[in-house]
């Protein structure tokens, strides 16, 4: 079966449409997460100004703050970034979500043990910028391969505004102006 470069090209612009949805949607959970992992690493590690509980263990404050940060993003991308792709089991889900982040806080770690232990950089603003600067770009990138990739990877049916096969939601016509159904991307019955 042949499509015309018009079909082809209305399909590549309804999948990367697709893609930059997500990516808008996962910015937004990344940065309420993000918000949520700053906020809680400064406060264990510095406080309110005379030193957090945490003062003299940044690696254990990221652990702490990068986990808090973890159910948050996991409950806002499997609910709304992600939410056409998620699993059946949630409890599967949430586990390789998990362990997709365990391997980008790695490398936030990595960033920051790097700076504050190797380079000997142990101010707030060295141990921001390698967690939570360097380390935090590092790893969004990863995890959103990842979360895509592996995570929810799975696409549900019936959603035609999130699926790459049907066409794109403002764009109900496929080739020669053969209509589809919303729901399928099929085509449709012709009107009597």
Not at 98 to 120: E, K, Q, R, T
Request: hydrophobic share 45%; glycine share 10%.
């Amino acid at each position: 079966m042949t499509h015309s470069p018009a079909a082809l090209v209305r399909r590549l612009r309804g999948a990367l449409d697709l893609v930059v949805r997500e990516m808008v949607k996962f910015g937004a959970v990344g940065a309420i997460a993000f918000v949520v992992d700053l906020g809680t690493f400064n406060l264990l590690r510095f406080g309110l100004g005379d030193g957090g509980p945490l003062e003299h263990k940044p690696l254990t404050a990221k652990v702490i703050s990068a986990t808090l940060a973890t159910l948050v993003a996991w409950l806002g991308n499997r609910l709304w970034t992600f939410r056409h792709r998620r699993r059946a089991s949630a409890g599967h889900e949430l586990l390789l979500f998990v362990g997709f982040n365990v391997a980008g806080m790695a490398i936030a770690l990595g960033c920051l043990a790097f700076s504050h232990y190797v380079l000997d950089l142990r101010s707030a603003r060295a141990d921001n910028l390698s967690a939570n600067g360097v380390g935090l770009v590092l790893g969004t990138l990863f995890r959103f391969w990842a979360y895509r990739t592996f995570v929810f990877s799975k696409e549900l049916q019936g959603d035609p505004d999130l699926d790459p096969a049907v066409r794109h939601p403002h764009d109900v016509h496929g080739p020669a102006d053969e209509v589809r159904t919303p729901v399928t991307g099929s085509p449709a019955a012709p009107p009597r």
